[in-house]
């Protein structure tokens, strides 16, 4: 049983015009695979996120998760946001230990774990800072620790290195290629980093400029762990990069 199961799913923002978003997508995801969603800004990757975490409802077109209806995060589901989302009222320990207080884990026990998931995501010492006092990438890095936290087997993250310097990224990203291979986890990742995209990916969905549709998708059969500069990893990518730029409207020149 696959852990997603998309059919012809169409999105349409209500509104005067209305929007667009996605137009019959299909596509799943199997249990233990890391997809990446690739494609320009304004796509729908979000919003095609936001429908397999369950906090929008497609307009037309199902998603499954584990052959059910999608209920919402949670639980077996954790969600990354594009913006962390961190509650500025709560200390950076707080906001990432916000789902092990909902669930009454013990207090020492919660501390424990916060710290851990802290220290892995390069926090070390930040836990008493509140989100106003960190920066953009310490923000986004405590959002992926928030999830993390909870041991779910399915995160949905998007974009989660987007505000964060280039060796960090790095670092995150052979970070999180770990944790998905020794926990078992299955990860849709969404970027618009071509490079990013083939370091992470087991398949990427390509989606074409808006309304979304599936350009492609695209299996990287590459042996992990990838080595960043592998010739056969920088052809993948250059492709991948023809593909999408393919895809985008013929530029006009004035
Ligand atoms: N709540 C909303 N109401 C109306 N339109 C929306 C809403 N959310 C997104 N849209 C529109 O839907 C389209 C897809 O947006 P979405 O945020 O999913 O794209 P994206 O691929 O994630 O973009 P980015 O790479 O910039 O994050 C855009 O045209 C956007 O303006
Ligand atoms: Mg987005």
Known sequence: MPAFTVRSLDKIYPGAPPVRALSNISFSV???EFIVLLGPSGCGKSTLLEILAGLQQPSGGSVLFRDRPIIGPGGELGVVFQDASLYPWRTVAANVGLGLELRGVDKVQARRLVEEQLSLV?????GGKFPHQISGGMKQRAGIARALVND??????DEPFGAVDYVTRNKLQEDLIRIWQQRRKTIVFVTHDVG?????ADRIVLLSPRPGRIAEIVTLDLLRPRRRGDIELLQREARIYEALRALEPTATVA
């Not at 390069?122 to 930040?126: Q, R």
């Not at 990013?196 to 992470?200: G, K, N």
């Open 30 to 32: 199997e249990e233990g």
């Open 122 to 126: 390069g926090l070390d010492g930040f």
């Open 152 to 157: 779910p087997d399915v995160i949905l993250m």
């Open 196 to 200: 990013e995209a083939v370091f992470l």
